[in-house]
């Protein structure tokens, strides 16, 4: 139990940092009051800004429960598909150990994104701040005049993704002392269809709010 507070701590602390560190550097703030100046006056803006900031403190505690939230469920799906076809009986806490593992995969897309507008894409707007997802078929197909619902799916259509289900794979099944591959059935039987049920619930909601 240690182990898994030691990496749910420090993800979340991980996330929270490279958060700031990503508004700081690529100046979120200043592409806010670009975005928002066709529309707001300078006083509105500066109060929505600074509104902003005094509740910034709310992410600080957002961010963990949407992390744990998310391992959770990932956990419990993986399990359920553990608990009946795999031979070796696996106790929940070893899963979700290894779930909150392979979500240290992701803090790569951020650095990447840092990366990208520091040295490649040096002129960019907010949206494009909000869209881009390093290594997706978005980033191919692009956002503009594309449907909102659309957008999401794309985003999650990326190399970190496939990169995450492999490694998950390949822990469980190190974990339940088999092989890659049928750790990598165990993603197909669980991760995988629950994954496609949230996007499908995503998209649902974007279409319902368009």
């Known amino acids: 139990m240690k182990n898994i507070l030691y990496k749910y701590t420090s993800l979340s602390i991980i996330v929270i940092l490279i958060t700031n560190i990503t508004k700081l550097i690529l100046k979120f703030d200043k592409l806010v009051y670009s975005s928002l100046a066709e529309k707001l006056t300078q006083n509105q803006i500066e109060e929505y800004l600074l509104i902003q900031d005094k509740w910034e403190w709310v992410s600080y505690i957002i961010i963990p429960i949407l992390i744990l939230i998310k391992t959770l469920i990932i956990a419990s799906a993986v399990y359920t598909a553990v608990f009946f076809f795999n031979r070796n009986k696996i106790s929940f806490?070893?899963?979700?150990?290894?779930?909150?593992?392979?979500?240290?995969?992701?803090?790569?897309?951020?650095?990447?994104?840092?990366?990208?507008?520091?040295?490649?894409?040096?002129?960019?707007?907010?949206?494009?701040?909000?869209?881009?997802?390093?290594?997706?078929?978005?980033?191919?197909?692009?956002?503009?005049?594309?449907?909102?619902?659309?957008?999401?799916?794309?985003?999650?259509?990326?190399?970190?993704?496939l990169a995450y289900?492999?490694?998950?794979?390949?822990?469980?099944?190190?974990?339940?002392?088999?092989?890659?591959?049928?750790?990598?059935?165990?993603?197909?039987?669980?991760?995988?269809?629950?994954?496609?049920?949230?996007?499908?619930?995503?998209?649902?909601?974007?279409?319902?709010?368009?």
């Open 93 to 161: 806490k070893s899963i979700l150990n290894v779930v909150f593992q392979a979500e240290f995969v992701f803090l790569l897309v951020p650095v990447l994104k840092i990366i990208w507008f520091c040295f490649f894409e040096t002129n960019y707007t907010l949206e494009d701040l909000q869209y881009f997802y390093p290594l997706s078929a978005l980033n191919i197909v692009g956002y503009t005049g594309l449907e909102p619902w659309l957008i999401y799916p794309l985003q999650i259509l990326n190399l970190f993704e």
């Open 165 to 210: 289900i492999f490694y998950l794979a390949y822990l469980i099944g190190k974990l339940t002392s088999t092989h890659t591959d049928n750790g990598f059935k165990m993603m197909m039987y669980s991760y995988v269809p629950t994954m496609m049920l949230w996007v499908f619930v995503v998209m649902f909601l974007t279409l319902s709010m368009s």
